[in-house]
């Protein structure tokens, strides 16, 4: 891999090899001899940042994540500013960005330490959905009520602009991973971090607070985060 040589990076692959040999557990680690491959294949600014070590890794994709995240949610200004003082609007975005925080952890996990339990996984994904249900079921904030026909048009529009704040964060995420995701359930986690960042930018963007609206506009960015990872997990880990 050309570029600089990242001397935490270096200590990172040092700790593994040290762990093979005391048997202590050993975490995920690819093959040797496709992982050598793979960093010799690698040029360019890709090689370069997944050269990082782990903290300034973490630290691009939280400033990619919170960048998107708030342009996007407040392009065109917010339509109800008042509510960003609100006490349970505050406690929306700590508990979604809290999360998301988590997620982006677990999915940039340096290869020397230990994979993460599986219960913890999926307890971890459970939140990622069960957060913003609860959300969306809680009771409404201040905002602009839509009704009628207007509703299901204006929850459409909020999936999409949801994705398009996800996806460019699931991109991000995908940049930095060193095992580019293959046979690794890293990409679960990513998925859910770039869910969770699009629900961040719809709730600074969209003034409605309706529970139908959150429930059919919000929650699914979520959901379809998730189902892309599971599409990208059995297709990236094939041979």
Partial sequence: MSGPQNPEAGEELATVLSNLGDGAPTPEVPAFDALAQQLDA??????????????ERMGILVAAAAAVAVIAGTMGGWADVEKVTQTGFLLELVLLSGFALVAMSASLRGLQHAEIPRWAGWALVGATLGVPVAIG???????????????????????????SISAPVLAVAWVLDRRSWRG?????????????????????????????HLMSGHVPVVFAMLGTAGLLHMVLRRP
């Fill in 184 to 212: 690794s359930t890293t990409v679960r986690y990513a998925a859910s971090a770039a869910g969770l960042a699009g629900l961040v930018g719809l709730q600074l963007h969209c003034p409605v607070h309706e529970t139908e």
């Fill in 137 to 163: 079921i809680a009771p409404m904030l201040s905002g602009v009520v839509s009704t009628g026909e207007a509703t299901l048009r204006d929850a459409l529009g909020c999936l999409c602009y949801g994705l």
């Fill in 42 to 55: 690698e040029r360019g600014p890709m090689a370069w940042l997944r050269s990082r070590s782990t903290r």
